[in-house]
């Protein structure tokens, strides 16, 4: 499996349209066996589609992407994985123990996330509950 990480200096990217540079890393059984960065400079949005398509990438994790990009990548079998904010080698390390998520979703596939958002969403819920019979 190849991934590819959209790079501004040592965080992810938060456009893989506009990244100067990006990382690919390959992983076998769960380890990463090589990594290697690609400058993109000058490259279009559709020779950065076809540079992952010729690497053979398999999961694009970024900040964001151009939406026909990200219907172009997903004909060709590219999983986005969008929008993720952080360090690399966090990012990297959370892909591999498989509780990455979006920075902007609810909840993920972590056990603990999914325990957490539900007690605060819980707790928020009936917070708002309360306030909604105070108001009747």
Request: hydrophobic fraction near 35%; glycine fraction near 4%; aromatic fraction near 12%.
């Given at each position: 499996?190849?991934?590819a990480i959209p790079l501004f200096y040592n965080r992810v990217s938060p456009?893989?349209?506009f990244?100067?540079?990006m990382l690919v890393a390959t992983i076998e059984k769960n380890q990463i066996v090589e990594?290697?960065?690609?400058r993109l400079?000058?490259?279009?949005?559709?020779?950065?589609?076809?540079?992952l398509r010729d690497l053979g990438i398999t999961t694009l994790i970024c900040g964001g992407v151009q939406g026909f990009l990200t219907r172009s990548l997903g004909n060709q079998n590219v999983q986005v994985i969008a929008p993720v904010a952080g360090e690399v080698s966090e990012v990297l390390e959370r892909?591999?123990?498989?509780?990455?998520?979006s920075s902007f979703k609810p909840c993920c596939a972590a056990k603990r996330c999914q325990r957490r958002n539900r007690e605060m969403f819980g707790i928020r819920r009936k917070k708002e509950e309360e306030n909604f019979d105070e108001k009747e």
């Open positions: 499996m190849k991934i456009r893989f349209d990244a100067p540079t990594k290697r960065e690609i400079k000058n490259y279009t949005f559709s020779q950065r589609s076809a540079l892909f591999l123990e498989g509780t990455l998520c």
